[in-house]
């Protein structure tokens, strides 16, 4: 080894690029190599966003930005203080990238296209000389105590901190680590982190869509209703937004919240619940039961089918007319009540059974990863190992989709090298 400090950073994504290239620019004198298991570099900032990369959200609150996160919102409450959604904005308008905002609130590049954050961050990588090694899984850590490596062996001449076997039977010295491999799915695949003494909060998925296998809702695929309610009955957890019917279920913004906020729950139910939904929020029956009776006052001549007061996609109101076995023919003035009173429940609390999930597209984020007890916020080091740090989504960090964990992997991965680079200074 030179006599410069060398910096690994295992994990080629969003947030270990963001350490890699903050770590190499503040301190030049870093040798940093960013390891990638895979063949391909910042992948899913390549197809995020539909191939746009939504870089942030445009939230300008910490309070109100941390509602967007199921799980890790009190660490990154101290988190946000050191690097925040307007930091991220101006990080890369430094870098001639410009954001736009949505009127969602997704921020994406003004050129439309994640190729814009993919080049500028290569492009950083070449400017301070971060070093990039492909096809380089990490294996094995160990870790120097006392001068001897865990294992026992004599510390040999580099002096280092860290040795890393890859999966080629490559071995390679560090001084500082940093962790920024994204999540795993199964637990089994933590097991070269737990060796370093580290919990793992066991992963579930997250952001995934409804299946509802039979039900008939899925013959109107493609309907999109614009905000809808949904809740998984016998709980708390209540989403609320766009909702959109699909051939195997329920998706769209309102189900893939409320899959992020009850991941855990889902799972421990093997992805078997029911659920309600709330088709007009605005109400509820008693106040829908009301809206009804004035309708059918105002507008008693006009046959329901054709008359849908609420502004419900004509064919999803077909359907709620079917499934309440209402003649689409009969009048306002002569519907019956028992089918009134069947049209007002379905309407705001239709019950339908999920049957399983499917992965939303290729923006799928596992809850779960490094329990947060275990890492200072402040640096994101380390409690139990000196020089190791972490960033992104392999610690026990998710949201729901927007930005959100984006945010998250820009300001864990800026926190650590900001960390890593005090360290290497003596600060």
């Given at each position: 080894m030179s006599s410069s400090k060398r910096l690994i950073v295992i994990g080629g994504g969003a947030a270990g690029f963001f350490c890699a290239v903050n770590a190499a620019r503040l301190n030049p004198a870093?040798?940093?190599?960013?390891?990638?298991?895979s063949s391909k570099l910042l992948s899913k900032v390549k197809v995020s966003g539909g191939g746009r990369c939504n870089v942030t959200h445009a939230c300008y609150s910490v309070a109100d930005i941390l509602k967007k996160y199921p799980r890790g919102s009190a660490f990154l409450?101290?988190?946000?203080?050191?690097f925040f959604t307007t930091d991220t904005i101006e990080w890369f308008k430094e870098r001639g990238v410009a954001l736009k905002t949505e009127a969602d609130g997704r921020m994406f590049p003004q050129s439309n296209t994640s190729q814009t954050i993919v080049d500028c961050l290569l492009a950083e990588a070449d400017k301070y000389k971060v070093e990039i090694w492909m096809n380089a899984e990490v294996r094995k850590i160990r870790s120097m105590v006392n001068g001897q490596w865990s294992n026992g062996e004599s510390l040999n001449a580099g002096g280092s901190s860290f040795e890393l076997e890859l999966a080629n039977n490559k071995m390679v010295e560090a001084d500082y680590i940093c962790i920024a491999s994204g999540g795993y799915p199964k637990p089994a695949q933590f097991e070269w982190l737990t060796k370093t003494g580290h919990t793992i909060q066991s992963p579930v998925p997250s952001l995934f869509t409804l299946n509802m296998p039979g039900n008939p809702i899925t013959s109107l695929m493609g309907i999109t209703v614009e905000n809808a309610a949904i809740k998984i009955v016998g709980t708390k957890i209540?989403?609320?937004g766009?909702?959109?019917i699909t051939h195997w279920g329920l998706s769209g913004p309102a189900a893939l919240k409320l899959s992020a906020w009850g991941a855990r729950e889902m799972a421990?139910?093997?992805y078997h619940c029911t659920i309600h939904v709330n088709w007009l929020p605005a109400y509820n029956e008693n106040t829908l039961a009301e809206k009804v009776k004035l309708v059918r006052f105002t507008i008693a001549s006009q046959k329901i089918v054709n008359r849908n007061p609420f502004g419900l996609p004509a064919r999803l109101w077909e359907y709620f007319l079917q499934q309440c076995g209402i003649n689409p023919d009969l009048r306002w003035a002569d519907l019956p009540a028992k089918e009134q009173n069947k049209l007002v429940k379905i309407l705001c609390a239709q019950e339908m059974e999920v049957k399983g999930k499917t992965t939303f597209k290729e923006e799928f984020v596992t809850a779960g990863g490094i329990v947060l007890n275990e890492i200072d916020v402040n640096t994101m080091e380390?409690?139990?190992?000196?020089n190791l740090?972490?960033?992104g989504e392999i610690i026990d960090v998710d949201a729901v989709t927007g930005g959100f964990n984006f945010q998250n992997a820009w300001t864990t991965g800026w926190i650590a090298a900001k960390g890593i680079v005090n360290k290497s200074m003596g600060q």
């Open positions: 870093l040798h940093v190599i960013l390891l990638e298991k409450k101290k988190a946000f203080h050191h209540q989403q609320e766009p909702l959109l421990e139910k093997n380390s409690k139990i190992v000196p740090f972490f960033a």
